[in-house]
């Protein structure tokens, strides 16, 4: 069965303090991984999308990268503005019409 | 360039009472669009998604359905809303196979509440 799995659920770092989240996901066959920033009640905002392992991609104090298992995001000396929730989805090949979304994971950066 | 509009924002509705949310999707033909139900603090659940007019595909039994009526248009209704049915409800659209990399694209969401 295609999963994905984020951890932690929530982080809070000092402001200037770099850390990277973590997506795991097991599919058959990835067609693409997508990471998103969603702000409280609001619709998720797209960041990158990931193809193949060993792909990384950057925006801002973000970047991306990805291996056969899991995906990394890290963010690198955050800013308060940058909390919010961030969402890693898979796309399998075997059904490249579903895209399966993780739980995420909540960053709080403290000014 | 491509725009999608969910409506209405918010609504609170009591139990048993009908619901109808809408979706349209605007610059672009032939989307695929899905409805997620996200609830408080959690992740994003697909519930349907369809590839063309009048197809629907279902990912969770409940008493939710959904219809495509025209090529950019989605509808999310129910006859007799439940008190678990409250949440955010999250219509989306992407492009299979183009340069976009088949990214899937969210509107603004709607929060129903059920009392």
């Known amino acids: 069965e295609d999963q994905v799995t984020q951890s932690p659920e929530a982080l809070r770092l000092q402001e200037g303090e770099s850390s990277s989240l973590n997506c795991s996901y097991t599919?058959?066959?990835?067609?693409?991984l997508f990471w998103y920033r969603q702000d409280p009640g609001k619709g998720p905002e797209f960041l990158f999308t990931?193809?193949?392992a060993g792909e990384e991609k950057e925006k801002e104090r973000l970047k991306a990268t990805l291996t056969k298992k899991e995906s990394f995001l890290h963010i690198t000396a955050p800013k308060p503005e940058d909390s919010a929730t961030y969402l890693c989805a898979v796309q399998p090949y075997s059904s490249a019409s579903k895209i399966i979304f993780g739980s995420g994971t909540r960053l709080s950066i403290r000014p | 360039s491509q725009t999608i509009h969910q409506w209405p924002a918010t609504l609170v509705q009591p139990v048993g009472s009908p619901l109808s949310l809408e979706c349209t999707v605007e610059g672009t033909s032939n989307p695929n669009l899905y409805w997620y139900r996200q609830a408080a603090g959690r992740g994003l659940q697909l519930l349907f998604y369809s590839v063309g007019i009048g197809q629907i595909s279902s990912e969770v039994p409940q008493n939710l359905s959904a219809s495509r009526p025209q090529d950019r248009q989605f509808i999310l209704s129910s006859k007799k809303l439940l008190l678990s049915d409250s949440g955010f409800y999250l219509c989306?659209?992407?492009?299979?196979?183009?340069?976009?990399?088949?990214?899937?694209?969210f509107g603004e969401g709607s929060w129903l509440t059920v009392v």
């Open positions: 989306a659209w992407c492009i299979l196979g183009t340069a976009s990399g088949n990214t899937i694209y």
């Open positions: 990931l193809y193949s």
């Open positions: 599919v058959s066959g990835l067609r693409g």
